[in-house]
């Protein structure tokens, strides 16, 4: 059976990512602490997506996010989450995917939606892409790597691992996992690619996947950054 979710969103969920940088602004000496931003929400759409922005805002405390990650249950319209999410952070690479539970580092639950946004900072920046594996797995997973290598200008296997890292969510009714990890690995064998597979709250009918305002229900989305 695909696996529902739980990997994807235990890595969201951002505990024990604070980084320090040197803050510029204040003195020599001092210290900036850069931390991600959660939040989960439960409830009807408008008011539960309109929390996980408002939570993921105040969270970021007028840092700008590189990326957004958020994971809903199936009961939610994934046209009513990614649109808006896209939009409040328009300056990040913003993923998220079906689930079958959603948490953070302080609240675990069913049938809500949680997020991380990682602002620059943590990040130098991000991006993702949209493979679709419909017809062939392989032929939409090297879709959205070329997609990628374009934007970044450079292919995928001559990036730094110590300094990026990648992010996918799959499809979890496809049974594609292995096919997009060949895949990802051929074409990046030194990155560190982490994720998980899309769950529906163990209805096992239909899952999505999404990057900016587009959304698949049969496919990959891949972030680098």
Do not use: K
Not at 128 to 133: C, F, I, T
């Amino acid at each position: 059976e695909p696996a529902q979710g739980h990997l994807a969103a235990g890595w969201a969920s951002g505990g024990g990512w604070p980084v320090r940088v040197r803050g510029s602004t204040v003195s020599s000496n001092a210290e900036t602490v850069l931390a991600p931003a959660r939040a989960h929400a439960n409830g009807p759409t408008p008011q539960a997506v309109q929390t996980i922005i408002d939570d993921l805002t105040a969270g970021l405390n007028g840092q700008e996010a590189a990326a957004v990650l958020y994971f809903a249950s199936s009961r939610y319209d994934p046209t009513d989450l990614a649109g808006p999410v896209s939009a409040a952070f328009p300056r990040a690479a913003s993923i998220g995917c079906s689930t079958a539970g959603e948490f953070t580092d302080a609240v675990s639950g069913t049938g809500g939606i949680s997020a991380v946004a990682l602002p620059y900072g943590i990040l130098t920046g991000a991006i993702a892409e949209l493979g679709d594996l419909s017809s062939d797995v392989e032929a939409g997973t090297g879709a959205a790597v070329h997609a990628l290598e374009r934007r970044l200008q450079v292919p995928l296997r001559d990036l730094d691992p110590s300094c990026h890292l990648g992010f996918v969510l799959v499809d979890g009714l496809s049974q594609a996992e292995e096919q997009v990890n060949e895949v990802l690995g051929n074409a990046a064998p030194l990155l560190d690619v982490v994720g998980g597979s899309a769950g529906d709250d163990l209805v096992f009918n239909q899952t999505w996947v999404a990057v900016g305002d587009r959304i698949s229900h049969r496919g990959m989305a891949l972030l680098i950054c």
